[in-house]
């Protein structure tokens, strides 16, 4: 362990940023939450973290936006009048995703944060690099969808491109519907999108049958589930495909506490959230850190300053105390750092479901066919 060198750390906020981004409807003052919690813990601090570099974001432009998004959404999604206009409907500007405050800005810096971040491991200046405002994977070419209204996910894997072949691994509780679309599976592509969510009926979003790309796990899935797909399967597709780059959405909904409920993951032990996350790192390949959901905002801060922590190469404790700061009250009642399971029962494991069975024999039959193919080419 002592001569691996430590990985340069690209960590991207502003106070523009956190302050647009904690107008979010979905998230309101998460962003603030999630780099407040960081930085209590002084990981911010390049005097005792020397491989970190702090960047603020470069406002993505129009024309950054139109490399994927169409040309009209993007002028909708700019606006600088807060009124409605009169496509809203069509660009999905309503319900879920409504127009608020500083819209246009919010969207410039969310997808600019995850591009400076893309581009410091495109231009070889970090290993890792970590935008916790990004990873807005529900987004369409020309819709807003799901909280999402730009998609930096799939922006950040276009920009990673030029590094070579691109994985794209997302936790998120939610089925990565636009980054799968965007990027079908197919054998001969240089980009692999591999989304576990939970999937059920009329749980958004509804999720196409018969694609490598979702890997749906069932209610109360839990660390031993992570762990068990990961070593019999997931890890095995990642190797076989060898990518040049990797983007890690790691949103946090998932996790026990969460409000949306559906899962019972967490943070520590193998399989937890923090070990995925570590062991992606151990590959020691180019590698980006989204956000996404997370609908507890203590939670999800504790979950990224805990990876944040591991990515720089010192994770934190996860019975250490909270520091005091401005949003101490908000980790009641443990005021630790952990987010820890709850009683909720794994249905994955149910002697009547196949679901596992099912995910890992389907991972194992396309890292052998990735293999396979490789050998023969
Ligand atoms: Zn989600």
Redesign the pocket.
Known sequence: MGDVPQRRVTYVVSNELAHASSLLPSNPKRSAVVHSLVKAYGLLDSTKNSNLRVVAPVAATHKDLCVYHDGDFVDALLATDASKHETDALFGLEDDCPRFPNLARYVSLVSGGTLTAAHALRDGFADVAIAWDGGRHHAQKARAAGFCYANDCILSIMALRKLGRVLYIDL???FADAVAAAFPFSPSSNVLVLSLHHAGPGFYPAVPSGSSSTLPLLAGASTTTFARIWNEGLELVCKAFKPDAVVVQC?A?GLAGDPCNVWNWSLGGSGGMGDIVSRVLDWRIPTLLLG??GYSSANTARAWTYLTSIALGSPLDLESHIPDHVFFPLFAPSFTLDVAPGNARDENWRNDSHQLEEIVRGLQALAGSMASRQESS
């Open positions: 998120d509780l939610h949103g909904d996404g959901g």
